[in-house]
């Protein structure tokens, strides 16, 4: 069975850095891509960006190129989203996604809270 | 960047009943467009991809239709289930873009 598996729940302050994950089971890491999707409290769906495992190509959506990192360490099939700098903005929940042109398999879901 | 216009934007109506939810493309986008389901607290399930493919597991009462910039997703006989929010989603060229959602009601 194909599972992706988030981190839990996070509360930060505003400045602070943070990096939640995304683990993959039940199929072939490596060859497919993991997307991230934000949805902000009571909003729809945005996609944020796209890596493929096997060589770290990444795409990010350019309002968020620069704010956020996507990074992979296929060895222990998981994928990474970080912040360096938080901001109250930055409070939704945040969910990984299996594939490249369509998401065939989600996470659970981060809920990420920046707060002073 | 691609927008994808959804209507309406909320829709109330009876179990049995058979609706459709629109989704627009700013330009042609041929085929490359897919349909998400997300329950109130769940996280979203593909549903719909390339237009009118039924993803795995996914009821024979829904239904994609559409290539260029319009596309419909159509539920036949309505369930209780089926209460959710639903947004389509392009994939012609990146970054990609959800639409804004339809909220599905019960009435």
């Known amino acids: 069975e194909v599972q992706l598996v988030q981190s839990g729940a996070e509360v930060k302050k505003p400045g602070e850095s943070l990096k939640i994950s995304c683990k993959g089971s039940g199929y072939r890491f490596s060859t497919y891509w993991i997307g991230w999707v934000r949805q902000m409290p009571g909003r729809g769906l945005e996609w944020m960006g796209i890596i493929d495992p096997g060589d770290s190509d990444t795409r990010y959506r350019p309002s968020f190129q620069g704010h956020v990192t996507i990074s992979v360490d296929k060895s222990i099939s998981t994928a990474y989203l970080q912040w360096s700098s938080l901001t109250a903005s930055d409070t939704a929940m945040y969910y990984c996604?299996?594939?490249?042109?369509?998401?065939?398999?989600w996470g659970q879901g981060t809920l990420v809270t920046v707060s002073s | 960047d691609i927008q994808m216009t959804q209507s309406p934007s909320s829709l109330s109506a009876s179990v049995g009943d058979r609706v459709t939810i629109a989704c627009q493309a700013s330009q042609d986008i041929n085929n490359y467009l897919n349909w998400y389901q997300q329950k109130p607290g769940k996280a979203p399930k593909l549903l719909i991809y390339d237009a009118s493919n039924l993803a795995t597991g996914v009821p024979s009462r829904f239904s994609g239709r559409g290539s260029g910039t319009d596309f419909t997703l159509t539920i036949y006989s309505l369930q209780p289930e089926d209460i959710a929010t639903y947004y389509c989603q392009e994939y012609d060229n990146l970054p990609y873009s959800f639409g804004r959602g339809t909220k599905l009601e019960i009435k």
């Open positions: 996604a299996r594939g490249s042109y369509y998401f065939d398999n």
